[in-house]
């Protein structure tokens, strides 16, 4: 999924080279689809960090 919408926000017209060179991108570990990634995984780790007080505070009422 990831690489399919970075691919489209690529400029160009051939949907095939701009999903190639997306390709090419993510095997050098760069790329639209990589940012997206880890930004997916910071948002998570953000999240776990957070999910015990969540849970706490719940059971307290």
Do not use: C, Y
């Amino acid at each position: 999924r990831w690489l399919l919408e970075a691919s489209r926000k690529r400029p160009g017209q051939n949907m095939a080279i701009k999903l190639s060179a997306e390709l090419v991108d993510a095997a050098k570990g760069k790329g639209g689809a990589i940012r997206k990634k880890e930004e997916t995984h910071r948002m998570a780790q953000a999240n776990r960090v957070f999910a015990h007080l969540r849970f706490r505070s719940r059971n307290k009422k």
